[in-house]
């Protein structure tokens, strides 16, 4: 399988095995090019971003697997980089003197509660309805809004290389209906979105990390063909937090692509990201 992965986690944040056992995993299953993408550090305590003081460790450790595998594939240095305005992004002075290959834009984070804690739309069902209802009065519609006016706030003016699971909010969808996501309303907020990331440039990532247990992808299968006849430039990433997640779904995203017309997805070739033919086995050369 000649597939390339450019979103996953290690144990530097939430991820499981270390950077090393990731690029083993990849070897074993031929992959071409394997990008490593901890979660970024922010300002602020949580459970499952990379600590700053690592940060040094996990970028040598990514450069000296870049020189120890370079006969077997290419290992690129990269992180998911949070959008909190006024806080983090990927432009920010701790990213650029990263000196990453590319950097993934992602929002997790939409306002604040009273008390001061960040509102992160990531994590359990129960500080999902929470931060619905205290910080936006219980209005889904304007919350969801928030979310992906953030998402336009980075790709205009912190523009990452990669736009990360751009629809994830509907993930709390699948444990309880909280909108419908056929609605005109929440379409066009998809399509405004993926329509700033084609005038900026930014490939937007088809997220694979639900889809062999819950049937979900970020963004769903739906707006393929409205992003293909809008030239949205797409790559397929698993957001793997384990090894053996590298390319889960891969072939079948692959093939929903196909169906919706596209004919090329980006990778990783010498120094930057172009378009190359693919199939359900891979990319083509």
């Known amino acids: 399988m000649n597939w390339s992965n450019y979103h996953g986690h290690c144990n530097f944040c939430d991820g499981k095995g270390s950077p090393q056992d990731y690029v083993k995993e990849a070897i074993e299953k031929k992959m071409m090019v394997l990008g490593i993408s901890s979660h970024a550090p922010v300002p602020f305590e949580t459970t499952w971003t990379m600590n700053g003081s690592k940060l040094p460790d996990y970028l040598q450790q990514i450069e000296d697997l870049k020189k120890l595998y370079k006969e077997n594939i290419t290992v690129l240095k990269s992180l998911e980089v949070d959008y909190i305005p006024g806080l983090a992004g990927p432009l920010k002075p701790p990213i650029i003197e990263a000196n990453l290959d590319y950097v993934i834009g992602s929002v997790h984070y939409v306002e604040a509660f009273n008390s001061g804690i960040n509102w992160s739309i990531d994590n359990n069902n129960s500080e999902f309805e929470a931060g619905v209802e205290e910080i936006f009065k219980g209005d889904i519609k304007i919350a969801i ?34 909108f419908d996501e056929d609605s005109q309303w929440f379409k066009q907020m998809v399509y405004d979105t993926l329509k700033l990331a084609q005038e900026k440039d930014i490939i937007v990532e088809i997220n694979s990390k639900y889809y062999t247990r819950s049937n979900i992808l970020f963004p769903g299968k739906e707006h393929f063909k409205w992003m293909n006849k809008n030239r ?50 891979g990319i083509i050369y």
């Open 145 to 178: 809004r928030r979310y992906f006016d953030l998402q336009q706030e980075m790709c205009q003016f912190q523009t990452p290389d990669i736009l990360g699971h751009m629809d994830k909010i509907k993930m709390h969808n699948k444990v309880k209906h909280y």
């Open 232 to 281: 949205v430039k797409v790559i397929i990433s698993s957001d793997a937090h384990k090894p053996d997640e590298l390319t889960s779904g891969f072939s079948d995203v692959a093939m929903m692509l196909i169906e919706a017309g596209y004919s090329e997805i980006w990778h990783w070739v010498k120094n930057g990201f172009e378009p190359r033919p693919f199939n359900c086995s």
